[in-house]
C-alpha cells in the first residue's frame, strides 16, 4: 500500500474544509490584513494598466531590478513611462518595435475597458 493509514480523522467544518487548530485562527484573527495597499485611499484606473504593462516589462527584461515605470495622468488620458537598463531596451522594443506595439495594444484595451485612454513610452 502506497500511502500509511492514520487512526486520526481530521476534523471537518460545515463548508468541508479542515478545522483550524486555535493558535492559527488567532493568527489570522490579530487585525492584519495582506497585500492592502493604502496610499492615498484609492486605486486610479492608470494603476492598473500600469501594473499590466510592469507585468510584461519584468518578464522580458534580464534586470528587472533596473525597471522603472512612471504614470502621470491627464485630463484625457494617461501616460505610462517605461524605463529599463540599457541592456533590455532592444527586448522591450523587439524587431521592427513589435513587442512595444503589442504592450501598447494590450494596454490599450485594459484602459478602453475601464474607461481611460492610455499611452506607453519606453523612455531610454
Not at 31 to 42: A, L, R, T
Not at 104 to 110: E, F, G, P
Amino acid at each position: 500500500m502506497p500511502f500509511a493509514e492514520t487512526s486520526e480523522e481530521p476534523e471537518y467544518q460545515d463548508e468541508g474544509l479542515p478545522a483550524q487548530p486555535d493558535a492559527e485562527a488567532e493568527a489570522l484573527d490579530d487585525g492584519v490584513s495582506g497585500d492592502v495597499e493604502e496610499d492615498d485611499g484609492e486605486e486610479l484606473p492608470s494603476d492598473r494598466v500600469a501594473d499590466l504593462v510592469e507585468y510584461f516589462v519584468v518578464s522580458l527584461a534580464s534586470d528587472p531590478d533596473a525597471i522603472s515605470i512612471d504614470v502621470t495622468d491627464g485630463p484625457d488620458s494617461s501616460l505610462i513611462e517605461v524605463r529599463v537598463a540599457p541592456e533590455d531596451v532592444g527586448r522591450v522594443i523587439g524587431r521592427h518595435g513589435r513587442v512595444v506595439k503589442s504592450i501598447r495594444t494590450l494596454a490599450r484595451a485594459c484602459g478602453s475597458k475601464l474607461g481611460i485612454n492610455v499611452e506607453v513610452e519606453v523612455v531610454e
